[in-house]
Structure formats: C-alpha cells, structure tokens
C-alpha cells in the first residue's frame, strides 16, 4: 500500500539564488517514496554495536562525577548509561561531518516572448534565443570515513555536478574530487586532499534495533551544521521508491533538506546511517527520515575505492509479492515469502533447480517478507557469494543451495531521459524476464519504464510497467535507440505504448 505522503529526497540539492538554500524533490517522491559494509575502510572490521543490548533510560545527572577527561555535566544535562551526555557525543562526531556544496551550469530556455515583434520594439531583436547558460548552486553535507580524505555522501547531493567543495568544522574549505558514484543506492565517494582529519567510527547496523537513540548531524537548509535527536523507529525499509536497492533505516531524529549526506550515529558516536531522504506532505521534516545503513554504505565505498564499480548479485528470477487473494489462490501457507513467477534460463536460480510457483521464505536463514527486501539481499551478497535458500514447493518446504552470479550489465543501471518532453522517465531493456512478468507477447519489442519522476518533473500519463515501441513513429527496440529517438523528440513527442494487452498512443509535451 503506497503511503499518502510525498517522499523528498533531502537535497542540500536545492537551487540558491538566495542565502538560504530551497529544497528540490526527489524523483522518487511523490512517488512518493528505497537499498541498500562493515567497517571503514582504514581499520578493515566493524566495530562492536552496543546497541544490540537494550539501553537503559537516560538519567537527568544530578551534578555527579563526570568521567575522566570530560567536562561534568550540568544539572539539566542528559547522562547516558555509559556516563557521557549527549552534548559529549555530539562534539565527537560533529568534527567528522562536513557541508557539501556543489555548483554545475545548465540551459534554461529564454522566453518565446522576446521574439515577439511588440516586445522587440523595447528590447531590439533578442538572438540567440536558444537555451541560456545559468548556474545552479547545491548544498548538502557528507561524512568523513577515512583520514586521508575520504568523504560519503548522496549520489544526489553532486549528481551532474563541475565544482564541489565541501567545508569542515574547522573552518577550512576544500575543493572535493569524485571517486565514483552508486545512484542506485545514492551513494557517492569523494576525496580531498588532506590528511589526519578527524575519521568518524563505523558501527555495524545491522545490529541497530527499533528504539535505539541517534543523533542526525548536518546542514539543514544550509542554515549551518544542526545536531537533532530521535529514535530508530524502524529497520529494513524497503519498497519507498527512493533508490533501485533499499535497506533503509528510519527514524524521527528531525532532518531536513541539506541534511542529505549527513551522519546518523548511536550514543557511542558511531556512523549507522547516511541521511537521504524524508517522507513529507510539505517538503520539511514531519517525523519520517530515512538512512542508508552504515553497512551497505561503506561496502559500496569499498567496492568503489578497490574496484571502481559496485559489483552486485545475480540470482536470474522474476519474483511478486505474495499477497492475500494470491496466497489463498496458489494454496500458499507462509505468511511471509515473495513468488517466483518466472526463471531465466541458464541463471544461478536455474541451476539450483528454483522453478516457477516457488515461495522463497528465507536466505541463510534471515526471512524475507517482500521482494524489494529480497532483491537488496541478493545484491548485497554480490557474485559468487554462495547462500542457502528456504523455499516452499507445493506446500513442502525444501532448502536450495545457489551460488550468486553477476548481475549482467544491462540490467545494472535503467536508464534515464534527460531534458525534453520525457524528463524524468527511465527505462530498461525488454529481455526475457521482464518480457514473463510483464505478459508482452514475442511480437512486441520496445523498452520498459521502470521510473517516471512525479509532479511537474516527470512526463504525465506513464506508468512503471508500460513497454514503449514507438517513439514519434519510430521504432525503439533496445534503449540506445529510445535514447537516441528522446533527445530527437525535444519537447514534444507521440509515444506507441504497450499496456494491459494493448497498445496505445501518448502524445506528450512540456
């Protein structure tokens, strides 16, 4: 069931033309909304959680000895069980969490009014009406991993972006290079050059549980460095829309645009979570925030230092939600599961002998509940990871062993159209999976969304799932031809889209 609200990605990336940044949605929300290591990368192993002990209640200190070295609290300070306050938490990790400001240059179109010749009269004859140069100005926050200069943050927060500089808590301001990006999950790695900054610790999230207390740090409407407090109010969100794998963890700390690419910590002052996006009917904070978990994070931070590229699983099947009407109809007793409704020939599924009308309850014993779960788990564990499968067969259970292929290139990345009338629209190849799930017949070839940005930024009348085979009466069997057949299009095209068993004609403009 898809949530009332509007899913905003946190963008520091607001355009300013003005002192304080304004806020952009994600084009995952209104869509409203989305997955997801260990480590650092400098130590090699996850620090201890204390988290996977219930905490106890924070006490109100009444003026006791503070620990060695620290400042005694006051008698309206928070004291934690560990005998630290929360004021000592925060300025640990602030030094670690910097402001990220990006610029980049874009087109905007002049009005068609300048050509009229009543306004030419005023102006003189206005050339060059084409699109004019202007500049567009960015802001979030990030997070220092690594001492040498290694900083995490969005993928959207420098998406597209020619200039990046990123300012620490001393004072100093840096110009930042891009290492590599992940936008399936948002996650960028960028690097400065400087050295014995102060690297922020790692803890293991997958050991955060509901009710944890955390501290979201960043540069909320670019305002300056903001420190707010909440819980963990749920783990292992998926499903939201916001990114291609998800794994997020949620919780009320209040954050806001600017806060994306910031730190969310523990009371150990711990990285847990990247911030990354809200759910919000007003494009502000209204108690919902979402974070990359530290884990998944830093894993792609290191496959993208050591290899260059995120390298993610590959299991080969079509898989569904088993829903209500579904289970009662299939005779399908787990309460939890997603369906296999079909299986690529010759894929690691295949081979294991995975078959069509099979129920996966578990991997390596950690259930599933959905499919976007289970597609961030099979991504995680990337190629040649070898996981055992929990599946239910004709109301038997029965447990698979498969050894995980590499996810093929084309299935890796949708593409998406920029600029003109399909703006904000992504697609992906016709292969044969997608061709079982969808019902397209042998005789259809196109392309098939996977993504439409909502509101004004996407183009209206599309949906996931549609397969387009025509673009202004062009045919578009592979994605370089739709690519090619968009850019052509400009700000007016009439699309063939196949949908429900049948095809129909769109005509859209911008």
């Known amino acids: 069931m898809r949530l009332p609200t509007r899913f905003s990605i946190l963008l520091g990336g607001c355009i300013a033309s003005a002192a304080i940044a304004c806020h952009r949605s994600d084009s995952s929300q209104d869509r409203a909304p989305p997955p997801p290591a260990t480590a650092p990368s400098s130590s090699g192993s996850a620090a201890p959680s204390s988290s996977a002990a219930a905490p106890a209640a924070p006490a109100v200190s009444s003026g006791s000895a503070a620990p060695s070295g620290a400042t005694a609290p006051s008698a309206s300070a928070v004291q934690l069980p560990s005998g630290r306050t929360i004021a000592d938490v925060a300025a640990k990790v602030t030094p ?29 004859p206005q050339r060059g009406l084409g699109p004019a140069p202007q500049r567009e100005r960015s802001l979030g926050s990030g997070v220092i991993v690594a001492s040498d200069g290694i900083i995490l943050t969005n993928n959207h927060v420098i998406a597209d972006a020619q200039t990046i500089r990123v300012a620490l808590k001393d004072g100093r301001e840096l110009a930042a290079k891009v290492i590599g990006t992940d936008p399936q999950s948002d996650v960028a790695v960028l690097r400065v050059d400087a050295k014995q900054l102060p690297a922020i610790e790692v803890a293991d999230s997958t050991k955060t549980r509901i009710g944890d207390l955390v501290l979201a740090i960043g540069n909320p409407f670019g305002i300056g460095q903001t420190v707010t407090m909440g819980i963990i109010s749920a783990v292992g969100r998926a499903n939201m829309g916001i990114t291609d794998y998800e794994d997020f963890l949620q919780t009320d700390a209040a954050i806001n645009p600017g806060n994306s690419g910031g730190a969310l910590v523990d009371m150990d002052g ?46 080969g099947v079509a898989i569904q939600d088993v829903t209500p009407d579904l289970g009662r109809a299939m005779d399908i007793t787990p309460h939890h599961g997603v369906l296999v409704s079909s299986v690529t020939r010759d894929s690691p599924a295949a081979k294991a002998g995975l078959a069509r009308g099979d129920v996966i309850a578990s991997i390596d014993g950690t259930a599933v509940n959905d499919s976007g779960q289970l597609r961030t788990m099979i991504a995680l564990a990337g190629k040649g990871k070898r996981i055992s499968m929990q599946v239910e067969r004709h109301g038997k259970p029965t447990t698979l062993d498969v050894t995980l292929g590499e996810l093929p290139a084309e299935r890796a990345a949708p593409s998406q159209v920029e600029g003109g009338a399909l703006s904000g629209l992504s697609v992906a190849p016709l292969d044969r999976a997608q061709r079982q799930r969808l019902h397209v017949p042998e005789d259809i070839d196109g392309v098939v969304v996977t993504g439409v940005e909502r509101g004004e930024a996407g183009p209206p009348g599309l949906r996931e799932g549609d397969v387009i085979v025509e673009v202004n009466r062009k045919p578009v069997a592979t994605v370089d031809a739709f690519q090619s057949a968009a850019r052509a299009a400009g700000d007016q095209v009439l699309l063939l889209v196949y949908r429900d068993g049948a095809t129909i004609y769109l005509s859209l403009s911008r």
Request: hydrophobic share 45%.
């Open 270 to 315: 711990r990285l847990v979570g990247i911030n990354t996006a809200i759910a919000s009917r007003t494009g502000g904070y209204m108690g919902i925030g979402f974070a990359i978990p530290s884990t998944m994070a830093m894993k792609i931070e290191r496959e993208i230092l050591h290899g260059g590229k995120v390298s993610r699983g590959w299991l």
């Open 96 to 124: 670690s969490v910097v402001n990220v400001f990006s610029e980049r240059v874009v087109d905007r179109r002049a009005s068609p009014l300048l050509s009229d010749p009543f306004f030419e009269r005023f102006f003189g």
